[in-house]
Structures are given as C-alpha cells and as structure tokens.
C-alpha cells in the first residue's frame, strides 16, 4: 500500500492506441498505485473502432470494464470519473496529486490545453495540473503533426508540461506489440519518477 497516499491521474483521450492506457493501468495497479481515471467522451468512439468494445459511462462498471481490459481485477486503487463531472475531486487544486499523464492524448487535447480551455473533466484536470506547478505527461499520438500541432505541443513544453510521443524504440530488440507499446509507457512514467515496468534499458557499449 505504499504508492497508495497520493493519487496518479490518468486520462485517457480519444486519440488512437488506447492500448497504452491499458498497459500504463496494468503496471501502476499492480504496483499498488493509486489511479483517478478520467476518459474523455471521444475514447467511447475510439474504443469502437479499435476493439469494437462498448465502454459503460457508469463510473463503478467504468472501473470494473478498465481492470478487466488490464487483466487486474483487485491491486492498487482505481476511481473512474464521468468525463462530463466538472465538479469531481480532481477538478480542484485542493486535491492533492502525484500528477497526471494523459496516454494516448489526441491533438484536440493539445489544442484545448495550450490555450487553457477546461471544456470537460480530462481538460479541467489537465489545467489544474499545469496552474499548481505539477507534472503533467501527454503521450501524443498523430501523424503526421501539422504545424498548428507542432506550435501547440510547443506552448505546453514551455509550461513544463512532458510531452513523450508515442514513438517506440527499436533497440531493445522487441518480439512484441506489448514490448513496443510498454517502451512508450514506461518512458512516460520516467517523466513521473516511477519505475515499475521491466524494459529493456539501454546500458551502452563497453
Ligand atoms: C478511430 C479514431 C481514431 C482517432 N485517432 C486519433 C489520433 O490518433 N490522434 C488524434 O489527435 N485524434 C484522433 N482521433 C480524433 C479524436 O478522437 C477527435 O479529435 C476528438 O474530438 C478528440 O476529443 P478528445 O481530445 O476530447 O478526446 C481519432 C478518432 C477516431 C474515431
């Protein structure tokens, strides 16, 4: 129960690869992390058309639906919110976190942040990070970047925020997706001081 005193944001938006969501939840529950959860409106869509898979909008079955995609029915904490719910724990800064990563974070996302929109829960949460001086992580994923992308991702690196695309390594040898997909996820959570997958590191020559 030690990573449990303060919680980890994730949000999850509706850009393509939610399976970097579910890998990122699997490692942090089972290390007993403490996760509040918020999907954006557009991840319904995304989970259709890339799993044909039905999300249930109800926070608990929400919480339930999550941890089976992650194969983690009881470890670590897990708290799921409306994405609609802009007055949840998470939406205030008085709700003390370890930070947020957004994984996989569309350029809608990037768009609202740059400019301090806090249209629903993801956004809101997002900006309550940035405004406390906290971390905050997005894993963007889109190909190629225009430049309004480009200029966006740029304005949110120049307040602090981590910007880790979703760009795989190909040096530690993967065999597969999952090892693409958890380089990514663990060099996210690199941004946040925490180490709990078992990548491949690169240690050098000699
Ligand atoms: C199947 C599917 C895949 C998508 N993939 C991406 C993507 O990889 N990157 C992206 O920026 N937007 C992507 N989109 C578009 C976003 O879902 C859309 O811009 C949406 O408004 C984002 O809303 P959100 O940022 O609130 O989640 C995708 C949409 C669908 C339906």
Known sequence: MS???????????????????????????????WIELVASKSTYTVWQAEQNIRMPAEPE????FWREQAGVPLAGKLHCHTWSNVGASIASGSFRTLGMVIIPCSMSTVSKLAVGLSSDLLERAADVQIKEGRKLVIVPRETPFSLIHLRNLTTLAEVGVRVVPAIPAWY???????????????????????????????QGHG
């Open 61 to 64: 079955r929400q919480e339930q």
């Open 172 to 202: 530690h040898q993967p065999q597969t997706i999952e090892d693409l997909v958890d380089f990514v996820v663990a060099r996210a959570l690199d941004q946040l001081d925490i180490d709990c997958i078992p990548i491949q590191r690169w």
């Open 3 to 33: 990573n449990q005193n303060k919680p980890l944001i994730v949000g999850v938006s509706g850009a393509s690869g939610l399976i970097y969501a579910v890998r990122l939840l699997k490692f942090l529950l089972d290390a007993e992390y």
